[in-house]
Structures are given as C-alpha cells and as structure tokens.
C-alpha cells in the first residue's frame, strides 16, 4: 500500500538556522503531497500541498518541491523562528497498506524545537 | 470563515463504558474524517463519511463507529472502552472543490479512559 517514510526525530535547531525535514512517499500513481503542522496542544493545520511533479508548494517561509524521480517532498525553511516550534507531518494521498479506499496517509511527524 | 469545531474538548471514562465524540466541519464541506493520535504513533485513520456515507474505515474493531448527520456534522461512537483507546481524536472536513485530500482540521478531543 502507499506509505509515506519522514525523517526521525525530535530536531532541534537555534533560531535563524536552515531547516530541513525529509520526507519520501511510495510511488505508486502521481498523488498529490502535504506538509501539516501541529502546534502544541492544537489540531493540525495544512501548511502547503503540491499536486503535481515539479510543483513547488510554499507558506510562511516554508517550501517543498514535488520530486518524482526521488519521490521525495523535503520540507525546508532558510531561517527559522522559535515560533516554528512545532510537530510536522508529510503526507500524501492513495491508498494505504490494507486498505481499499483512497485516503490520507500520514508519515509518522518529526518533532522540531527551535531555541532563541 | 468558522474552522472545523470538536466537543468536547477533554472526555474522561473507565474502562467499558461508551464515549461520544462530536464535529462539525467547516461550512460547505461534505466530507469529515475521523483519526486517532495516540501517544508516540502518529495519525492512525479511523473513519470517512461524505453525504452522510461511511466511504472508509481505518483498521479498527468495529467498536469504532460513527455516523454524518443531514448537516453534514459528525458523531464518533467509541464502546467498551478499553485503557488504550486514550488518544487525541482529531475531526478533519474537506469540500469537492479542493479535493477531498486537503483537509482541515479542528483541535481534537482528548479521550483518557481509566
């Protein structure tokens, strides 16, 4: 079934440092890609999608470019703020392990902290 | 525009009971999906509903139930509650227009069974 694979955690970075968080999907069909966020004690919040191979998803300083010859979507940020603190899931759209429907499958979150 | 809304927000039950868990999604949007996160393992998908269907379930026993209203809000049953069942269960709704694989989110119930 479709997966998606996120790079362990917990980071943690000072402010103002490069961010990236790796994620790589299985590549079955040409779903569309997500990164959510998860601020503590909240739900989660869509933080930037792409739908196609080549797109480039982008919000709040973040970005990530839809790579189909890696089936990577990498997360990265140039300078990050104490206020990124937060919990961050890849995701991608198919059909998971199992399953027989479409859904939302999720990675399994990388835990950043941000220091001042 | 109001967000996707979950009540309550806190839920406290013993072991073999039943909880009620409660969403109404974002105005205008038909679908509402139901997840569990559960300490250290991350968003485990429990249950689709779209025009008051059940589309999907996650591989969960069938204890986990749910249904869609005519205003297209949601209702999750959880019975014979047992201590693993505490998770932070999140409520997501999505519309037509965008596809249903943008999905926003509301705060989550936070289920402790003791």
């Known amino acids: 079934g479709d997966s998606v694979t996120q790079m362990e955690g917990p980071v943690t970075l000072s402010e103002e440092a490069f961010l990236t968080i790796n994620c790589t999907y299985t590549?079955?069909?040409?779903?569309?890609l997500f990164w959510y966020v998860q601020y503590p004690g909240e739900g989660l919040q869509l933080l930037l999608k792409?739908?196609?191979?080549?797109d480039k998803g982008s919000n709040k300083g973040f970005e990530a470019t839809y790579r189909k010859e890696t089936t990577s979507f990498h997360l990265e940020k140039g300078s990050v703020q104490v206020s990124d603190s937060a919990v961050y899931f890849c995701?991608?759209?198919?059909?998971?392990?199992?399953?027989?429907?479409?859904?939302?499958?999720f990675g399994s979150g990388t835990q950043l902290t941000v220091l001042p | 525009e109001a967000g996707v809304t979950q009540s309550p927000t806190h839920l406290i039950k013993t072991r073999g009971q039943q909880a009620t868990l409660r969403c109404s999604p974002i105005?205008?949007?038909?679908?509402v999906y139901w997840y569990q996160q559960a300490l250290g393992l991350g968003l485990q998908f429990l249950l689709w509903y779209d025009e008051g269907e059940e589309r999907n379930r996650g591989n969960f026993p069938p204890r986990f139930s749910g249904r869609q209203f005519p205003n297209y809000s949601s209702e999750l049953n959880v019975n014979a509650l047992e201590l693993e069942d505490s998770a932070l269960y999140l409520c997501?709704?999505?519309?037509?227009?965008?596809?249903?694989?943008?999905?926003?989110f509301g705060p989550g119930t936070r289920l402790t069974v003791t």
């Open positions: 997501a709704s999505s519309d037509r227009d965008r596809g249903f694989y943008e999905q926003y």
């Open positions: 995701a991608r759209e198919g059909v998971p392990a199992g399953g027989s429907a479409r859904q939302l499958t």
């Open positions: 590549a079955t069909g040409y779903p569309s």
């Open positions: 792409a739908t196609k191979a080549d």
């Open positions: 105005s205008g949007h038909t679908s």
